[in-house]
């Protein structure tokens, strides 16, 4: 499923404030960049996983945040190093930005 216009435009609002933003659509969904880096990733589904690394996978854990696994073609399940974005963070940009900024310093 492809992300509608309107989608990517919530995205890029939802992380405004970290400043200079880029997007890119990728496999049916959407990579979001800051200074060239990506930090995270909205899905054709809608969800918004944020990159995981280091001592901030502990943190997106203890919120109770998933990490996303990919499932191939053929069967073999693969962990990715992003977690979904904490619910209350989807309707509260101050707060996704506060998100994205704890996974840019680990990046």
């Known amino acids: 499923m ?3 216009a309107e989608a990517i435009e919530q ?6 404030g970290l400043g ?7 496999m049916g969904g959407l990579c979001v960049y800051y200074r060239d880096t990506i930090f995270a990733m909205r899905h054709g589904d809608g969800s918004v996983r944020i990159k995981g690394a280091g001592d901030f996978i502990a943190e997106l854990e ?4 998933v990490q996303w696994t990919y499932v191939r073609k053929n069967g073999k399940a693969d962990n990715m190093p ?4 904490p ?3 989807m309707d509260d940009p ?3 930005c ?7 310093e680990h990046l």
């Open 20 to 26: 200079d933003i880029t997007t890119r659509r990728m």
């Open 94 to 96: 101050e707060l996704a």
């Open 98 to 104: 506060d998100w994205a900024r704890r996974a840019l």
């Open 87 to 89: 619910e209350a963070a």
């Open 2 to 4: 492809s992300l509608s």
């Open 11 to 16: 995205t890029v609002e939802l992380f405004s």
């Open 82 to 85: 992003y977690w979904s974005l």
């Open 62 to 65: 203890a919120a109770g945040c």
